[in-house]
């Protein structure tokens, strides 16, 4: 069994009492410091967990509740009551083993929601294997969106799953100087718009009566096929 404290690092909380809005993060590297910082900044209770004692230190500067162990050790994260946390998260890619052994210790102790980092096809196809909740492919999934950004002037370009994408662009003079509610948008041309921010202001919620300025931004989401369609020519 291996948890290690040491005295610089705080104790990891007793019990999160079954919170929905909990998480234990499992390996804080840059992708999972990130995700337990973010996640206890938006008010998610975080237990983050890694073996490293130097991750560890720096982490705990940064997140409330950090312990040392080894998430391979089903005892020890059961010691750690993680199966009481809303959600277990394995940021471990580079290690194949401990991201799969910890996946897995995650499942056996009944951690409600296990989700995981896959850093290859091969790791993302086990974990799936297993039954992981939801694996994720940061670094795939961000080659795909610069890759639109780059491709298609896009500014911003996420894949929403399920043959749907969002996108942030600015749309060509067609678009422009008629309600959103008589251009038809979304019968006509298969998108929706749903957020526009006219140059300098904040993003607001598009609407029927919402007109477009050649120079405002727009937030689209569409069928990926609609996507490649969109420009700003139009
Ligand atoms: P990133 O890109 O997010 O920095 P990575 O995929 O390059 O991550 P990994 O080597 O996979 O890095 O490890 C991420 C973190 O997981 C590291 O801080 C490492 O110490 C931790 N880690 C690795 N194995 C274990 C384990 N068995 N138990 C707990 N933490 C672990």
Redesign the pocket.
Known sequence: MSIFNTNSVPEPPAHPTGNPQSAVV???????LSMATELEASGVEVLG????PE?VQRASALIRHVVR????DKEALAQLAVDEYACGVV?????LA?SIL?ASALLTLHCPQVWAKA?SVEQGEILNQMGITRVFYPESEMGLRAAHQVAQSFEDYIDLGHGFALVITSLGPRYCGKTLGELDVRRRDGFSIVAIQSPADTWETAHAKTILSPADRVMVVAPTRIISKITRRD
């Open positions: 499992i390996g804080l590297g840059r992708f999972g967990i890694d073996c490293n991750v162990a080894d998430a391979t940021t471990i890619g580079g290690d401990a910890s850093s």
